[in-house]
C-alpha cells in the first residue's frame, strides 16, 4: 500500500469495506439484509418501499416517457434521454 492510505486512514494489510460495519435500524434484526437510501444514506430493510428516515421512495424511478426503469439516483432516463424528474 502506498502513502494514500497511510493519509486517508486505512491500515496495511486491512481491506475492509465502510459498508460492513452497517447496522440494521432499530427494531429490525441484526440479520436482516439492509438497503441505503440514495438522498439520506441511512439503512432501511430490503423490502422497504420508503425509507424510514427521510420518506423518499426506495423504488427505482420510470421514465415519464418511454417507461424504462432507470437506475437508482439517475436524473435522466438512460434509454431516451428524458428528465427524470
Not at 28 to 41: D, E, M, N, V
Not at 72 to 83: I, N, T
Amino acid at each position: 500500500m502506498g502513502h494514500f492510505g497511510k493519509w486517508f486512514g486505512r491500515r496495511h494489510g486491512h481491506h475492509e469495506s465502510i459498508h460492513h460495519d452497517r447496522q440494521a435500524p432499530a427494531g429490525y434484526p441484526p440479520s436482516l439484509a439492509l438497503q441505503g437510501c440514495p438522498s439520506c444514506r441511512q439503512g432501511n430493510a430490503a423490502h422497504a418501499r420508503f425509507c424510514q428516515h427521510c420518506g423518499i421512495s426506495l423504488q427505482p424511478p420510470r421514465c415519464g416517457q418511454c417507461g424504462q426503469q432507470a437506475a437508482p439516483g439517475a436524473r435522466f432516463c438512460g434509454q431516451c434521454g428524458a428528465g427524470l424528474g
